[in-house]
């Protein structure tokens, strides 16, 4: 039997390598996005994945999304909650509404995600719930009060998650991917981004790809005494 997986903001970065290395794996995959119809359909063009356009941050637009997936593909076995914005700022100059946008896409966003398929994977007795944090979340970083704050969140929603879902058969774990080269990252100024490299000991970026594999393991049945874990993948840059 096919299972099917959802990942959210999953044409772009490591979303679209996760939602590519699933559908490589044998998962019927629907992926979300936010805004970009024209690059959403390219990606649904060349990859044969079908696209959902919603707004994580808004439950009833999340709710009413995953009901259209689950009857176009069926009851959705894995949930990849990997959709994240950064409005960077030092915190004397945050704004409220930086805030509140980072915490309803990264945070809420989550719960809006995961909590319409929570019923149907409690039912059937299995599921798969990775979310994608970062390595900022872990160790906080200079500018990002607001995504620091979301993506540690997320690894409090994983070790509950997991402590609930275990009797039912559903695990819930998260990754932290360090600077990876995804679009938002090789934006970074040249100058910027080699200081960043230089704090890598393996002196390079990661690859969405290898970020997507970590979530096809965690997504397997090879991984079903794994749960409320956080996966840290950043080449050594911070040690848990």
Same mark, same amino acid.
């Given at each position: 039997?096919? &299972?099917?997986?959802?990942?959210? +903001?999953?044409?772009r970065?490591?979303?679209?390598?996760? #939602?590519? $290395?699933?559908?490589?794996? +044998? =998962?019927?995959?629907?992926?979300t996005?936010?805004?970009?119809?024209?690059?959403?359909?390219? !990606?649904?063009?060349?990859?044969?994945?079908?696209?959902?356009?919603?707004?994580?941050?808004? =439950?009833?637009?999340?709710?009413?999304?995953?009901?259209?997936?689950?009857?176009d593909?069926?009851?959705?076995?894995?949930?990849?909650?990997?959709?994240?914005i950064?409005?960077?700022?030092?915190f004397?100059?945050?704004?409220?509404?930086?805030?509140?946008?980072?915490?309803?896409?990264?945070? #809420?966003?989550?719960?809006?995600?995961?909590h319409?398929?929570?019923?149907?994977?409690?039912?059937?007795? !299995?599921?798969?719930?990775?979310?994608?944090?970062?390595?900022?979340?872990?160790?906080g970083?200079?500018?990002q @009060?607001? =995504? $620091?704050a979301?993506?540690? +969140?997320?690894?409090?929603?994983?070790? #509950?998650?997991?402590? /609930? +879902?275990?009797?039912?058969?559903?695990?819930?774990?998260?990754?932290?991917?360090? =600077?990876?080269?995804?679009?938002?990252?090789?934006?970074?100024?040249?100058?910027? &981004?080699?200081?960043?490299?230089?704090?890598?000991?393996?002196? &390079? %970026?990661? /690859?969405?790809?290898?970020?997507? &594999?970590?979530?096809? !393991?965690?997504?397997?049945?090879? $991984?079903?005494?794994?749960?409320? #874990?956080? %996966?840290?993948?950043?080449?050594?840059?911070?040690? @848990?």
């Amino acid at each position: 039997m096919t &299972r099917t997986a959802l990942v959210t +903001g999953g044409t772009r970065g490591i979303g679209a390598a996760t #939602s590519k $290395a699933l559908a490589a794996a +044998g =998962y019927s995959v629907a992926a979300t996005y936010a805004g970009n119809d024209e690059a959403a359909a390219k !990606f649904t063009e060349e990859t044969g994945i079908k696209t959902y356009k919603w707004n994580v941050g808004d =439950y009833e637009e999340s709710k009413a999304g995953i009901a259209k997936v689950e009857a176009d593909l069926g009851p959705i076995d894995v949930v990849v909650a990997n959709a994240g914005i950064t409005r960077d700022a030092p915190f004397h100059r945050m704004t409220q509404e930086q805030w509140q946008q980072v915490i309803d896409t990264n945070l #809420s966003g989550v719960f809006n995600t995961v909590h319409p398929v929570w019923p149907g994977m409690r039912e059937r007795g !299995f599921g798969r719930v990775v979310v994608i944090s970062s390595i900022n979340g872990q160790k906080g970083q200079f500018g990002q @009060v607001n =995504y $620091a704050a979301t993506k540690a +969140g997320d690894l409090g929603i994983i070790k #509950s998650l997991a402590q /609930e +879902g275990a009797a039912k058969g559903i695990t819930a774990n998260a990754i932290c991917p360090g =600077y990876t080269a995804t679009d938002m990252v090789m934006a970074v100024p040249e100058k910027i &981004r080699e200081s960043i490299i230089a704090q890598i000991p393996v002196g &390079r %970026l990661g /690859e969405p790809e290898e970020i997507a &594999r970590c979530v096809v !393991f965690l997504a397997s049945d090879d $991984a079903g005494f794994i749960n409320g #874990s956080t %996966l840290t993948a950043n080449g050594g840059q911070f040690v @848990v």
